[in-house]
């Protein structure tokens, strides 16, 4: 800080009365903002019906949590300038200028290391979150065979319904998603016409159904219930009320499901 | 910010200073059009590799003649040879006769721009038909919409030399006008490269 | 090219300055553009004739039609304008003469120099002020109609029609018009200024990138007559395919805006690449036009990317291609891929000139150097350089190349550090400030809050599988509107209130600015938090009604959007009111140390009648010791604009017009 050194000010940095206020404001805030992180987008989020979703909601508020500090020290720097730093009145041209700081190498040092060590962390915790979604089948409540061998479901979205086909349950065709609770499921979607997006709002799980491919994307259901399907794609006039009920059953219910719905002539 | 008032009145500025802005300007121009050249490349190789549907250029569809495309670019490298011919080696000096060598250069290029049309008009598909056809029209298209300028730009300096109007320093006039020549020449060639690397049926 | 061959061409003044243009203004372009719209309208409909074949392959003989005469209107418009006059001339060899130049820069036209084809660099930044005003009000008057709609649950008041149509409309209304709020008024107006030039290096290139948006304007709102614009802004294939009319305006205003926009952006970048005062080293250059250039500089490559984008959909259209058709070999992730190629670094071709403006403000009411220039550079090179490799964040949940879906996240992450870069300066130059709290320093503050929110949002979203949950929701369209019009908009406003006593002469209210600065922005933090809420709550974007379970958090953003728009109203009123009214500006009302600030109100025709040397960079703040004065002043120098008392606000011509036209001035005033 030698460059900003006035008459009068000999002290160090640390012993100003400025860093230590706004050390204690950055405190406050920190803890305010991470006290935020930890509560109200898990509350926001909704509920867990997937472990993709457990997932999710971990990595948002881990991700919170370490976006507080950041948040909270440009906060509490520009809250503290108004009330410390702030002119009264308009400025004349006989005023004094504040201190000609140009920089400081080891605040630019600092926060350039800080911010690169941040980035650093959330992309491995990224990268970690993205192999788990890739193969979500490691939950321990999944007996290994079922893990072998997922449920596959085939999505298909047209102008403005989905369609779902279990081709390993006798091709079995519905307009509400049922699926059985603690296996793993794959989706094989695909499209008719638009691009449409295939959206399970409480498992978390989202992927474009597009015309003339087919994308995947997995989980494993983890809490019985009744769900949303949306479509998160602009798809035309009635985008809004393409929507539909997921379904997480019990294994003997979605047995009993599939039997009663079987095309009768095999 | 400090200003000292050393300069009275205006400056006339040096020809060549204004050339090289000039040639800035132009330059920037010519990368935003190779952003459109490289665009139409990627569409086409990108549609190829993915073959949606295998239905890119299925069998039994028509394929455009690579001979039209690269005639063409041979032709407006012609072109372009013949412009550069009129200038010095260092494009600092001008041919005497440099209107009427310009307006050869124009003519080829203007040869080229009807073979372009024909080629276009003759396409053994409509554009229709699949998206190799959609590709292949677009890129033609393209050039021609580039011969268009070239042939404006060339006589436009034919003209100007022709009057007296580009010399001496003001040369760099000629130098852009032939930059753009070559770039439209580049262009060209990576249009027809784009589907001499994959044309045919896609198997 | 004609500037430099005047000085050796005088020609006999056989007619008056000017020429066929002293008869075109925008009134002859408008007929010009009409007529010739008819014109190719007749004759697409009766050359085109319906082939019987053409209604079963997807030729679409209305579509071609629509596009004949959308585009016969922009270029007949620009004809008549007078647009295309300077090329013929040179074509021809009929090169403008020193009156000529000076006709066409707008001397001695009053307020009709706005209404022609004029060369002015300050003529063309109130042009574009004017222009993007008028877009922001646009699409602001149908965010209000949008957010009506979403007031509770199932409204009906649009229907899903027109919700659909709006929802489009004033998403792509706003994607230009913030693309161009700063880098066309500012930095048409201002940069000139602030690196001591007397005008563009292309005038006309200038007047042209003007005309053609409002080329564009009627093409773009011709939409809203021929069944809207149904698929969002982003307008993905192959809904863009089977839409109604309105989509041929959305690609052919595209088309035009990009071409537009590369012209403006070489001809910035030209201008301060090569026109620089003297002495202005790149140390010495503000940081606002670092913020400019690199914003006009990334639009030069990105935007040709979205025109070739949109000319496929046209093909597509007009001819029956295929590009984006799947069952004849054509794929909608290419229409993704390319559109994303612009999309992705248009975001920091809006936001970074809008916070290089606030960084250059910011110094001045802080009294302080900017912390850290290096720092500043660096940041904004480092954007530059990313954003051209993270398009593919915005196809995270699209199924292309999953695999890749890791880098793209890697790359987009990274660009959270040069984004904290921005940060730290302005912070850092915040620092023991003298804070001046005026409107331009309050949207400072503002867009400290603002950004760091769309910031740490946008870094949940770069998050694959978060962006797998909220892709598609509401917490994407909150989260870009933080940044965008948190930071984006408030900056352009910031801006405009710093700048708007150097263009119009004129102080711009305070208490009004104060009003509408706290409704704005109280506003707009009401209404996207709200929309957060929904969003994490799992409504999906662009639904004209939805769960009842999402009703509260609608309603708070609703409420939080008629805010904005009471807010809105306020500042326009105080503009036109201050711009008309207000109190009269002295030169450099703030004490700044920018060029800009050196020259008289009203700015002369030809900006500096000395040119300014440079001799230290814009932000020599609480030195202690006093100036260094080197070089020497050469003998009886004219202090830069010393002899203006204020000066009138009108838009008329300071007392020294006839020194010089602007587009002629840097060679053939010394002649006269």
């Known amino acids: ?266 | 910010m400090t200003t000292e008032s050393l300069v009275k009145a205006h400056p006339i500025e040096d020809a060549e200073i204004v050339g090289r802005r000039w040639m800035t300007g132009a330059g920037l121009l010519i990368v935003a059009d190779a952003s459109f050249v490289a665009a139409l490349s990627f569409t086409y190789l990108y549609l190829r590799g993915v073959n949606t549907e295998g239905e890119f250029h299925p069998p039994k569809s028509a394929t455009a003649s690579l001979w039209w495309s690269w005639v063409i670019t041979a032709c407006m490298v012609a072109g372009f040879a013949v412009y550069r011919s009129g200038m010095g080696r260092s494009q600092q000096t001008v041919s005497s006769r440099f209107a009427g060598i310009a307006m050869l250069g124009v003519l080829i290029m203007t040869v080229a721009l009807v073979l372009n049309i024909l080629q276009m008009a003759t396409f053994p598909f409509a554009v229709r038909d699949n998206a190799y056809a959609s590709a292949v029209f677009v890129i033609a298209a393209g050039n021609v919409f580039h011969l268009l300028i070239t042939v404006f730009t060339g006589i436009g300096a034919a003209n100007r030399v022709r009057r007296g109007l580009t010399k001496g320093s003001q040369l760099w006039a000629l130098r852009i006008v032939g930059l753009w020549w070559g770039w439209v020449c580049v262009a060209a060639a990576t249009g027809a490269l784009t589907i001499s690397m994959a044309n045919g049926i896609v198997r | 090219m004609s500037t430099v061959d005047t000085a050796e061409a005088p020609r006999v003044a056989e007619s008056p300055a000017g020429g066929v243009m002293r008869w075109l203004n925008m009134g002859t372009g408008i007929v010009c553009g009409i007529v010739l719209a008819f014109v190719g309208h007749w004759l697409a409909t009766s050359l085109i004739t319906a082939n019987p074949d053409d209604a079963v392959s997807g030729v679409n003989v209305t579509n071609q039609v629509q596009i004949v005469t959308m585009a016969c209107w922009a270029i007949g418009f620009m004809a008549g304008l007078g647009a295309f006059v300077g090329p013929f001339r040179w074509v021809l060899g009929r090169d403008n003469t020193h009156a000529d130049e000076s006709f066409l820069a707008g001397k001695d036209q009053g307020v009709w120099r706005y209404f022609r084809f004029t060369t002015d660099h300050k003529v063309v930044g109130i042009q574009y002020l004017v222009l993007t005003m008028t877009m922001l009000a646009a699409g602001g008057t149908m965010a209000m109609l949008i957010r009506t709609n979403l007031i509770t649950s199932n409204s009906g008041f649009l229907g899903p029609q027109t919700y659909n149509s709006l929802v489009g409309l004033h998403g792509l209304t706003m994607i230009l018009a913030t693309i161009i709020m700063v880098t066309g008024p500012f930095g048409n107006f201002i940069v000139p200024l602030m690196i001591g030039a007397r005008d563009m290096a292309f005038p006309r290139l200038n007047a042209l990138s003007l005309w053609l948006l409002v080329a564009m304007l009627p093409v773009l709102y011709s939409a809203a007559f021929l069944g809207g614009i149904p698929t969002g802004w982003t307008g993905y294939t192959p809904l863009a395919d089977q839409g109604p009319g309105g989509v041929n305006s959305y690609l052919m205003a595209i088309i035009i805006f990009a071409i537009s926009t590369a012209v403006s952006g070489m001809n910035i970048t030209t201008t301060v690449l090569s026109m620089r005062a003297r002495g202005m080293t790149w140390n010495r250059t503000p940081i606002f036009v670092y913020g400019v250039v690199a914003s006009v500089g990334l639009a030069i490559p990105a935007f040709p990317m979205f025109m070739t984008a949109e000319v496929l959909l046209g093909v597509d259209r007009g001819l029956g291609g295929n590009f984006y058709v799947a069952s004849a070999g054509g794929q909608p992730w290419l229409y993704q891929n390319l559109f994303w190629l612009m999309g992705h670094p248009e975001v920091y071709v809006i936001v970074l000139p809008a916070i290089a403006a606030l960084m250059e403000l910011t110094t001045v009411f802080a009294r302080k150097p900017l912390f850290s220039f290096n720092a500043a550079v660096l940041s904004i090179l480092g954007i530059v350089g990313l954003s051209v490799m993270v398009w593919a964040h915005h196809m995270f949940t699209s199924g292309w190349a999953t695999a890749l879906n890791g880098s793209f996240m890697l790359t987009t992450e990274l660009i959270s550090v040069p984004t904290g870069g921005l940060f730290l300066v302005i912070v850092g130059t915040i620092w023991r400030g003298r804070i001046w709290t005026t409107l331009p320093m309050m949207s400072t503050y503002a867009m400290l809050w603002n950004f760091i929110i769309g910031g740490v949002t946008g870094i949940y979203l770069s998050d694959v599988p978060l962006d797998y949950a909220l892709q598609g929701s509401m917490f994407v369209t909150a989260h870009f509107h933080y940044t965008l019009m948190g930071a984006g908009l408030t900056g352009a406003i910031g801006a405009l209130a710093y700048w708007f006593p150097k263009m119009t002469g004129r102080m711009l209210d305070k208490t009004l600015g104060f009003v509408s600065f706290w409704m704005v922005q109280i506003g707009f933090n009401v209404t996207f938090l709200g929309m957060f809420m929904v969003g994490m709550e799992g409504q999906p974007r662009r639904v004209e009604h939805y769960n009842s379970a999402f009703a509260t958090g609608n309603f708070i953003s609703t409420m939080g959007a008629y805010a904005i728009g009471v807010g809105m109203l306020v500042l326009l009123y105080a503009v036109v009111d201050s711009w008309r009214n207000g109190e009269r500006a002295p030169m450099n009302p703030w004490g700044a140390k920018t060029l800009e600030w050196t020259v008289p109100n009203p700015i002369p025709l030809e900006n500096f009648h000395v040119m300014p040397v440079v001799t230290e960079d814009a932000y020599g703040y609480g030195r202690l010791e006093p100036r260094p004065t080197a070089p020497e002043p050469a003998p009886e120098p004219v202090p830069v604009g010393a002899y203006v008392d204020g000066g009138s606000g009108d838009l008329v011509e300071g007392p020294d017009d006839e020194i010089a036209g602007s587009g002629d001035s840097r060679t053939g005033t010394a002649t006269t």
């Not at chain 1, 009330?83 to 201190?99: A, C, I, L, N, Q």
């Open chain 1, 1 to 266: 800080m030698a460059t900003s050194l006035q008459p009068g000010e000999r002290t160090h940095w640390w012993a100003r009365r400025e860093t230590r206020e706004v050390f204690v404001l950055w405190a406050v805030l920190t803890v305010l903002l991470v006290i935020f992180s930890l509560t109200v987008p898990n509350a926001l989020l909704g509920v867990q019906a997937s472990n993709t979703m457990t997932a999710v909601e971990r990595t948002f508020t881990i991700l919170s949590v370490a976006a507080s500090p950041v948040a909270a020290l440009v906060w509490a720097v520009a809250l503290y300038s108004l009330v410390r730093w702030r002119r009264k009145g308009d400025w004349s041209p006989t005023d004094d200028d504040g201190p000609p700081m140009r920089g400081n190498r080891p605040a630019v040092a600092l926060w350039i290391g800080g911010s690169s060590a941040l980035c650093l962390f959330i992309l491995i915790l990224g990268l970690a979150a993205l192999q788990v979604a890739a193969s979500p089948n490691q939950n321990p409540r999944i007996a290994p065979a079922q893990a072998r061998n997922p449920l596959v479901v085939e999505v298909t979205g047209e102008q403005w319904v989905w369609t779902f086909r279990y081709p390993g349950n006798g091709g079995v065709e519905t307009d509400q998603l049922y699926l059985p609770v603690n296996r793993a499921v794959v989706f094989k979607v695909t499209s008719d016409d638009v691009v449409h997006s295939f959206w399970v709002v409480e498992m978390g799980i989202k992927v474009d159904a597009n015309p003339g491919e087919i994308t995947t994307t997995q989980t494993v259901p983890t809490r019985l219930g009744l769900y949303n399907v949306r479509c998160a794609e602009l798809c035309g006039l009635l985008h809004a009320d393409m929507e539909t009920a997921a379904h997480v059953v019990t294994a003997r219910q979605f047995a009993a499901w599939v039997n009663a719905n079987k095309p009768s002539a095999g």
